[in-house]
């Protein structure tokens, strides 16, 4: 993967690599800020660990913080759905895993299927910054994004007519709520990726796109998600 050390150098220039991890999607990282776990938090050292440098695990409950860290200089990698509205302002591997994003609706709501809910009076719940939130508000034509620090937090306290969120937890939610259930077909694809800045020096980007598809085809992050009880996740091709 060619000079590792001037990858270290261009990645971590403070010599120590300033990952961070967003706590508030569980199929990627669990625990708590001082004892994180995950694929994310498992790819992070595993970065350090090819460059031969310490990690240190920044984290956040909210993927719009990550991103925030990375932009304005105060970590160094980030593990972020690609997004268009993120594009400019972060240089992405290819997804390692994908994950889907489901709407919630009450038990009693006329909605089947995602494309019943892009209609004039449709509110929908969901977490400020999100790679679903950027998603709906670049394509719906008729509903309504309500942010909030949490999507079916924003759909209880507003009375909304959905919430929007990842499906492992928004199952979960509707499991411990009766009065709700999830529009099984997914309204998107998400696609995690690893990402660090874009003025990053070409080989830095190279290592970090080569060492994911490592990863991936090794069978390193279908282990880590397996380890951290995701087994649903599916890892990208």
Do not use: W
Request: net charge negative; with cysteine.
């Amino acid at each position: 993967m060619g000079d590792l050390s001037a990858v270290a150098t261009d990645l971590a220039p403070g010599g120590t690599l300033r990952a961070a991890v967003n706590l508030g999607n569980p199929v990627l990282a669990h625990g708590t800020p001082d004892e994180p776990g995950g694929v994310t938090v498992d790819i992070a050292r595993e970065v350090a660990a090819r460059l031969d440098v310490p990690v240190e695990l920044v984290c956040f409950d909210a993927a719009r913080k990550s991103f925030e860290a990375l932009t304005s200089g105060a970590a160094d990698l980030c593990f972020l759905a690609i997004e268009p509205a993120r594009a400019a302002s972060v240089a992405f591997t290819a997804p390692y895993v994908v994950i889907e994003g489901v709407f919630v609706v009450p038990v009693d709501s006329p909605f089947r299927a995602p494309a019943d809910v892009d209609r004039p009076g449709v509110r929908i719940g969901v977490k400020q910054g999100s790679a679903y939130d950027l998603f709906l508000t670049r394509t719906l034509e008729h509903a309504t994004v309500v942010r909030g620090e949490d999507g079916v937090v924003a759909f209880e306290e507003g009375g909304l007519e959905v919430a929007a969120g990842i499906r492992q937890p928004m199952t979960a939610y509707a499991a411990a709520h009766p009065g709700t259930r999830v529009i099984d077909e997914r309204f998107m694809r998400i696609e995690q990726a690893v990402g660090t800045s874009p003025d990053r020096r070409p080989e830095t980007l190279a290592f970090l796109r080569d060492l994911v598809e490592e990863l991936k085809g090794n069978g390193f992050v279908a282990d880590a998600l397996r380890r951290a009880n995701q087994p649903d996740a599916t890892v990208a091709d």
